[in-house]
């Protein structure tokens, strides 16, 4: 599952972390490398198994791990800090963040943080605190005499801690701070010494602050700040990101102080972040795959059937146009499916090399009539030739969605800007989603309205749209970044309100190379179909319309309606030359239907139609043995057939014939 692959690189990506998946009875259906690492299981033994494994006896005995996870689904989110034991019977102090996943599994992602190394630092700040505590006795029993060297010592200790410190007087005032705290606060030393410490807080905190630390200066005692509620931190920059604070007084010559060790929790917060983002996609992705496959069908049965009416109707043009529209809506249905299949990136793409000046030229020239005449657009090409490598009808789509997006940001009119030029990324300038290589980048600027910088984040997310109800359906920027990042780049989008939008879409970049100019070559005539065909689909209304695809063109069409009485035809000796069968039909398959025929005929060439969106075990095919996705128009069609036909009367002909 493309949920629990993300898992696997998320866990990765974080040292000391193990992601798991729970079913909802919270038996162990996904076990990672890092868990196996972590935990001792191997993946075989751990699989099946309850997670209360991970507990200890007596806590699983007293149903610990049952009343934990019935929290998190009331909750919607349980986060914890207990012991969890290894396989070896150790045990280790650990944060588990408990997430309910969506429907239709209803189970639960599991992720474990080991907290040896923090309770070890925070056992080393507590002994820090009680050094520091022996230090400031020290202190005031010498007084002047060893101030100087206790001081000294005082500080040498706080500047090592590895988290941010942050002492402050009764007053707020921040008296020392350490080289951690001027890292993770973007302020340097002097900005900080001598300023309230409101200012390290976000500003809708900070009529609070001021009581909760009298409170604790009328209570003073180690503990940790906030119990129970979410904190943040300010950075000079503005940004804000979560903290944990430990607080610890400390008395002084100078009086009573607050001693805060602050933890930045940024990095957990974002892993949790994407974990939800995985299971939105993973759950769109499902509904996705599961009803393509029958929305495709029913597609293929209305093209073929509007195609056939279509040669009927030709000497009626109204009609004929009627029918044309009809075609275009079905195709348009077929194009809303692929939109969602490459947000949840389970379209199967089609790579090849592209000429991006030519595919440029040809989307301008349909863009000049689809946008209208309010808007001038503007293409900009690199000298010398711009190749990528992905898939182009996919690619038009993108440029297609972009340029409608930047018409609907630009009512009153305004310039479209497409631009297609060579990028380098640096390593500098390199990402988790973007790698450092050479890219074509194609960039798609308007002069429009522009997006608030409150609703950049969410451009991406499915669904989420800023037009009216009917004018949009929320699926053209994530379908593009979809596609971008399954064909190896990425996209960025940057936009100023009141000035206009730029997306830029980065693609692997493709080597340029002198190609033989094909076009200019006269095709040769094309000759009346024959052969014999056994066509087997077990839709009724597909198997109707395309064996009249075939037969009207010339070919002896056999149609079965299941694999296994295909099979008998072709055991029986029956005369054929190809076969074109669906791929999911009940029984036997067609891919299983080839693999027994190829047994029995190897020469057969067999052509596998298909309405779903990935399909597994199809990538060691023989050469003879093609896939044509669903929807198709009938030219594909004969265009296929023929050519395996041809292929498969060569491949008879004996040598030297």
Known sequence: MQEDALIDALADALPGCAAIRLAPDGRIIHWTEAAQRILGHAEATALGQHVGILYA??????????????????RGRLVLESSICRQDGSCFWAQSTIL???????????????????????????????????????????????????????????????????????????????AQAERVFGYPRAEML??????????????????????????????????GRDLHGLRKDGSEFPVEIGLNPIETEDGPMVLSAILDLSARVQLEALLRQAQKM?????????????????????????????????????????????????LRGARLT??????????????????????????????????????????????????????????????????????????????????????HIGPEAATETLPAGDYALLAVEDTGSGIPPELLDKIFEPFFTTKGVGEGSGLGLPMVLGYARQSGGDVRVTSQPGQGTRVELFLPRSASVDLDRAADRQAAPVQPAQGRVLLV???????????????????????????????????????????????????????????????????????IVTGYPGVENLSDLPPHIQILRKPFLRAELLRRVRALVTEGRLALRPPGG
């Not at 006896?57 to 689904?73: I, K, N, S, T, V």
């Not at 409101?198 to 119990?227: C, I, K, N, Q, T």
């Not at 000497?315 to 809506?329: G, M, Q, Y």
């Open 57 to 74: 006896p007596e806590q699983a005995a007293a149903g610990q791990p049952w009343r934990d996870l019935e929290q998190a689904r009331r």
């Open 100 to 178: 309910p996943q969506p429907e239709p599994e209803a189970g639960f992602a599991l992720l474990l943080r080991d907290l040896t190394e923090q309770r070890r630092a925070i056992d080393a700040l507590e002994a820090t605190r009680r050094e520091l505590e022996e230090r400031v006795t020290e202190l005031t029993a010498l007084r002047r005499q060893q101030r100087g060297a206790g001081e000294a010592r005082f500080r040498q200790v706080v500047e090592a801690a590895p988290n941010a410190m942050v002492m402050i007087n009764a007053a707020g005032l921040i008296e020392m701070v350490n």
């Open 194 to 227: 001598g300023q309230p410490v409101e200012m390290l807080v976000p500003a809708r905190y900070r009529h609070h602050h001021p009581g909760l630390r009298g409170a604790f200066m009328s209570d003073p005692r180690s503990r940790p700040m906030g119990a």
């Open 282 to 330: 993973e759950a769109v992705g499902r509904l996705t795959a599961g009803v393509a496959h029958d929305f495709n069908n029913l597609l293929q049965a209305m093209i073929g059937s509007l195609e056939m009416l279509k040669d009927r109707v030709q000497s009626d043009p109204k009609s004929e146009e009627l029918v044309e529209a009809s075609i275009d809506a079905a």
């Open 338 to 423: 692929h939109h969602l299949l490459a947000f949840s990136r389970k379209q199967v793409l089609r790579p090849s090399r592209i000429e991006i000046a030519g595919l440029l030229r040809r989307t301008v020239s349909m863009l000049e009539r689809t946008l209208g005449p309010n808007i001038r657009i503007r293409a900009e090409e690199e000298q010398g030739g711009l190749h990528a490598f992905a898939d182009a009808a996919q690619l038009e789509a993108c440029i297609l969605n972009l340029s409608i997006n930047a018409r609907d940001a630009m009512p009153q009119g305004g310039t479209l800007t497409i631009r297609a030029q060579g990028c």
């Open 537 to 607: 689909d077990d839709a009724p209304a597909v198997l109707q319309t395309l064996g009249a695809f075939l037969s009207g063109a010339g070919y002896q069409v056999v149609r079965v309606g299941s694999g296994d009485e295909a099979l008998r035809l072709v055991v029986a000796g029956a005369k054929l030359d190809c076969v074109v069968t669906d791929y999911a039909m009940p029984g036997m398959s067609g891919v299983d239907l080839l693999r027994r025929i190829e047994t029995l005929r190897p020469e057969l060439p067999g052509l």
